[in-house]
Structures are given as C-alpha cells and as structure tokens.
C-alpha cells in the first residue's frame, strides 16, 4: 500500500514536501515516485527514486526545483517541491514500478504495480 500525503495551497514560489508511507511489499523490488495530473491534461512521471540502482529521476519540467529522497526506517517517500509554479497545480499520485519502466514525462503510468489515493497541490497566488 501507499499512502501519499502532504499537498495544499501555496502562493507562486513556494515550497512543499509530499510523503509517500510505503506498506505491504518489499519496496527493494521496485522503484518508488510521483505522478501528477492536472484538469484536463495527461498524467506525468514527476520522479522516481531506486534503492536497488541506488537512483533518482526527474521530469525535465521539475528538474533542479524538486527532490525525492527516502527514509529506509520510516519507509517513506518524500518529493520536497521549491520554486513551485502555478503550472505545478495538479493531483499528485504516489505509484511503485520496477524501475525500468518507469517514465519521466507524459505517461499514463500503466506500468505501474502500485498506487496510493492523490494529494492535491494547488499553486496560486
């Protein structure tokens, strides 16, 4: 299971952490991240961290303002979100996937083996 958590409003340049708590699977065997979707348009890959590959992944269009980190004793995910823009604004998801098949952009995620409720992120002044 996932359970993602840690979405709000914030003005344009803020800040945000989502968490991700994992459960139930051996998170070694997959690569654990976020999608996001926004009204209207298709989902994408936000980013992905690999404990097994020892690897992180980011979308172009968070790259450099987003970092996903891990902690193996809380078994949690976190996407630490700077710099947030409005075009951040989205349902964030929080998916695991063998890494591999992981997709940093538009993707519809289809891969992916799990899946927790979405979090919102709402960006706007």
């Known amino acids: 299971q996932l359970q993602a958590s840690g979405g709000g409003l914030v003005q344009p340049g803020g800040s945000l952490r989502l968490s991700c708590a994992v459960s139930?699977?051996?998170?070694?065997?997959?690569?654990i991240g976020w999608f996001r979707q926004a009204p209207g348009q298709e989902r994408e890959g936000v980013s992905c961290?690999?404990?097994?590959?020892?690897?992180?992944e980011y979308a172009y269009s968070v790259k450099g303002r987003f970092t996903i980190s891990s902690d193996n004793a809380k078994n949690t995910v976190y996407l630490q979100m700077n710099s947030l823009k409005p075009e951040d604004t989205a349902v964030y998801y929080c998916?695991?996937?063998?890494?591999?098949?992981?997709?940093?952009?538009?993707?519809?995620?289809?891969?992916?083996?799990?899946w927790g409720k979405g979090t919102k992120v709402t960006v706007s002044s």
């Open positions: 961290i690999s404990r097994t590959y020892n690897a992180t």
């Open positions: 998916a695991a996937g063998e890494y591999r098949l992981w997709v940093l952009g538009p993707d519809s995620g289809s891969r992916m083996d799990y």
């Open positions: 139930g699977f051996r998170w070694d065997s997959y690569a």
